[in-house]
């Protein structure tokens, strides 16, 4: 399946940030890091502290990385409520982590069913190692996770293809920022279990944004509860999850009962690691081991404080859409909100010539809240009207 939206997200956010600096009233909500309210880059305070804290000197590691930082790290996300046996490997980001399980165990006789609204680049990749794509809307009439049109793609994905990978982004979905509820996800697990094709379908859930979601319910505990025979592979980023956007770090993380595949999936990934990247960088993975171990608590109240500010931002966003009717897309937590419109790239191109940057994706206008200032959404106001998103 070919990109609808063929367009480079990186060089509409490279456009708007020259722009921004020439002038003021441009608006800048492509960028998918934190900005403060003076549009400058949000970094914790604890990993720059950390960062000051280590050598100035960065040695080779292997191909799987630091995998004690990585152990850390599971801690942090799962918190021991998941006993599961697994395997990790640490990569080049969350998109790395993608990208390797990819390469690892898909091929062109496979498929990845995936909803829509989607991250741009998961077409890139899997059209990079040709493995086919398939795409359904992600929400039924009543806003929920529309599973029973997954379940059709996977028994139609069956008939034509060896391997099915069902590829989540969840919490804090983007480009939406919905999150799933629990009772979702057991309708989900149960859905993929009832077809008894455990060596043929599998779960991917792109974690990217976990840590700025607030949940009711223990995700990890879930999945130690109703994973079963299937396995689950989930990607992470210390992007988002550190601030350390060009530090590159990323994790995989495979969660299986089936031992024989988890050893393979971990000889694979090290082998494709050694022969691409041949492997990650040290730097980054030092500063979380750091920070997990000495600056844990700190962390934590700044990484509050973090989402406080979202929170505050998409608050008062969200009240000028309703006010003026404008539909959106179902939004928990997270970094984005989409504005929904049959014409992403018409509208694209008339929020620009207000000089307002976004990003069009299917079926919507991208919103990142994350880089807008409190000033910026109120300038919001006075440009969007219902008319703009038919």
Known sequence: MNNPINLDTLLIADEARSLQKEDDDVINATIGSIYDNKHQFHAFETVTQSIQALPHMYPYTKPEGLLYVGDLWWEHLSKGTLSLPKKHILTLGGTGALYLLYRSVASSKDIVINAVPTWNNNYQMLEHQGVT???????????????????????????????????????????????????????????????????????????????????????????????????????????????????????????????????????????????????????????????????????????????????????????????????????????FITVKTNQPLTVFHTLKEHKIFTIPVEYGIRFAISSLTLKDINRLEDVLNKEMFK
């Open 133 to 335: 794509y398939d795409t359904f809307y992600m929400f039924n009439k009543d806003n929920q996770y529309d599973l029973k049109t997954l379940k059709d793609k996977i028994d139609h994905a069956l008939l034509h293809h060896e391997k099915v990978f069902v590829l989540i982004n969840d919490p804090s979905h983007n480009p939406s920022g919905y999150t799933m509820k629990k009772e979702e996800w057991i309708e989900l697990f149960q859905l993929i279990q009832s077809n008894q094709l455990k060596d043929r379908i599998f779960l991917i859930n792109d974690m990217a944004y976990v840590d700025y979601a607030d949940k009711n319910y223990d995700y990890f505990a879930l999945i130690n509860e109703h994973l079963k025979d299937l396995t689950i592979f989930m990607t992470f980023s210390g992007s988002k999850a550190f601030s350390l956007y060009g530090a590159r770090v990323g994790m995989l993380v495979t969660v299986s009962n089936n031992l024989e595949l988890l050893n393979e999936i971990d000889t694979k990934t090290r082998y494709i690691a050694r022969s691409t990247y041949s492997l990650p960088s040290s730097f980054g993975f030092q500063v979380i081991e750091h920070l997990l171990k000495h600056q844990y608590n700190l962390y934590l109240k700044e990484l509050d404080e973090t989402k406080a500010l979202l929170k505050s931002r998409v608050m008062v966003l969200i009240s000028i859409l309703e006010d003026k009717k404008i539909p959106y897309l179902p939004y928990e937590h997270g970094f």
